[in-house]
Every structure is written in C-alpha cells, then in structure tokens.
C-alpha cells in the first residue's frame, strides 16, 4: 500500500470568492450569508477545520452554483465569529498557507464545494534567512512606503510592521497584502513558492506601481 502524502489534503472544504485573495499571514474578513457557506463556519468551528478560499476566475464560463476559480489557493483558519440572530455571521479567517486543487470532488454529502488538494508550503517552517534578506527587507520597505503615501492608517502599520522582529516571510506577506490592491497581482503572487520569488516579485511590482504613478504626475 502506498505511503499517504502528509501534503495532501483529502476532503478540503471551499470557499470561492471573486476578485479576493487570502495571503499567508493575513486577516480577511467575510459575512457569511448563504445557507451553504453557514453550513461550512459551522463545521469549521466544531471541529476546527482549515478551508480553502480559491478565487474566481474572471471571465470564465458562468454558472451560479459552481464557477470556476483558480487552482492556487490560500488556507484560512476562523480567529473571530459573530453570530447574528438570523443565521448569519461574521467572521474573520487566518491566511495558514497555501494549496492547490488536484480534483474537485462530488460530495453529496455537504452542500458546499470541495476538493482534493495538496499544500504547496507550511508557513510555520519558513526558509531561513541568506545575506539577501536584509536589502530585500530594505528595498521593499522603501518602496511600500511610497506606495502607501497618503494612506496615514497604512503608512503607520508598515512602519510599525517593518520595526518589529517578525520573520521575514511573515514581513514580506503582509507588506503584500497592504500594498497590492488588484486581484491579479495579488494572485500572481500567491502562485509563487518561496520567500526569495515573493520578496522579488513584490518589489518589481511596487516599483512598477511608483514608476506609473510617476508618469501620470508629469504627464
């Protein structure tokens, strides 16, 4: 009998969402309102379950019970809920990871969407740091702070974020989280596996982002 793939995650339950995506590190916030979606916070809080919040595919074949989403994926873990009393909820997930869908499974069992997925990383183990880490960490904080010029709320979380002893993945995570807006970019970034890819990434795109608004400034 074949050894079972501790990376592989059998039955996970999915969440999708259009134009959202859940990064390591980050917290998101959701009202959940459709009697499937209940169903699963119900079952994620009894026995504490991680689910998958894939995104949508734009443009894709449109269906209102199952379209498709991008196979790449982030994990969440329910920190906060808020019952309300007609059934519905607020809650506030935990980005733990990432996964991507191997199949998608028909399970009559639930009514919510699930799959076959395989863990891509564990954020708890991260790589250790090389000597790039700290001119990675101080490039993008320069640039992360002219992104976020004139947003003072932002402003202030990316000075106290980069001031304080967190991993370097974790920094690098949230700086994307605070700094990439549009849903391709911030799905462009999940796909990538390491620490090194993110942090290279993130700074070409926050240097893409400076160099446009520049042009429109002098143009």
Do not use: K, N, Y
């Given at each position: 009998?074949?050894?079972?793939?501790?990376?592989?995650?059998?039955?996970?339950?999915?969440?999708?969402?259009?134009?959202v995506v859940l990064l390591p590190h980050t917290l998101l916030p959701l009202h959940i309102f459709e009697p499937r979606y209940r169903?699963?916070?119900?079952?994620?809080?009894?026995?504490?379950?991680?689910f998958g919040i894939p995104t949508i595919q734009e443009g894709g074949p449109r269906t209102d019970d199952c379209p498709p989403f991008h196979p790449v994926m982030g994990l969440?873990?329910?920190?906060?809920?808020?019952?309300?009393?007609?059934?519905?909820s607020n809650i506030v997930v935990l980005g733990v990871g990432?996964?991507?869908?191997?199949?998608?499974l028909d399970n009559q069992d639930v009514p919510y969407r699930s799959g076959r997925c395989r863990r891509?990383?564990?954020?708890r183990n991260p790589a250790p740091a090389d000597c790039k880490t700290g001119p990675r960490l101080a490039q993008l904080h320069l640039a992360a702070r002219?992104?976020?010029?004139?947003?003072e709320d932002v402003t202030e979380?990316?000075?106290?974020?980069?001031?304080?002893?967190?991993?370097?993945?974790?920094?690098v995570d949230i700086l994307a989280h605070m700094c990439l807006r549009c849903a391709d970019d911030r799905m462009a970034y999940l796909r990538l596996s390491t620490f090194a890819e993110r942090a290279d990434h993130l700074l070409a795109t926050l240097t893409g982002i400076l160099f446009a608004k520049?042009?429109?400034a002098e143009g």
């Open positions: 009998m074949p050894e079972h793939d501790a990376a592989l995650l059998d039955d996970l339950p999915l969440f999708p969402l259009p134009r169903a699963l916070v119900r079952r994620a809080i009894d026995e504490g379950l991680t969440a873990r329910i920190v906060r809920h808020q019952a309300l009393p007609d059934g519905r990432r996964a991507e869908l191997v199949e998608e891509l990383d564990d954020i002219q992104v976020v010029h004139g947003r979380e990316v000075e106290r974020l980069l001031t304080t002893d967190r991993d370097p993945a974790e920094v520049r042009s429109v």
